[in-house]
């Protein structure tokens, strides 16, 4: 019963930024955490990053720790991932999830579509 419709993917230099967006429907959004992961081709989908229901509690893979920040407004039921210092090896379609605090991929109960970040060198 919840929809995610991912958005702000685009092309952007090495070294850049670009912040990705994720809206919710519905009026439950704050009881899911939410996660962000990503997928290059012939790779598998692989997590990014989690925030907790309230938005205060967050985790990130090693990949990108320091330079990715996942974020929540639970008014605007919108989910976003800031990222900053762009690598070649961030090229991928992402995705946003909802479910359990959980940074396993099949743990998730509901996707969005997805979105392309290219980065160029």
């Known amino acids: 019963q919840v929809q995610l419709v991912e958005s702000g993917g685009g092309l952007v230099q090495a070294g850049g930024s670009l912040r990705v967006s994720c809206a919710a429907s519905g009026r439950t959004f704050s009881r899911y955490s939410m996660g962000w992961f990503r997928q290059a081709p012939g790779k598998e989908r692989e997590f990014v990053a989690v925030?907790?229901?309230?938005?205060?509690?967050?985790y990130y893979a090693d990949s990108v720790k320091g330079r990715f920040t996942i974020s929540r407004d639970n008014v605007k039921n919108t989910v976003y991932l800031q990222m900053n210092s762009l690598k070649l090896e961030d090229t991928a379609v992402y995705y946003c999830?909802?479910?359990?605090?959980?940074?396993?991929?099949?743990?998730?109960?509901?996707w969005g579509q997805g979105t392309q970040v290219t980065v160029s060198s």
């Open positions: 999830a909802a479910g359990p605090w959980s940074t396993v991929v099949i743990e998730y109960n509901y």
């Open positions: 925030v907790g229901g309230s938005g205060l509690r967050t």
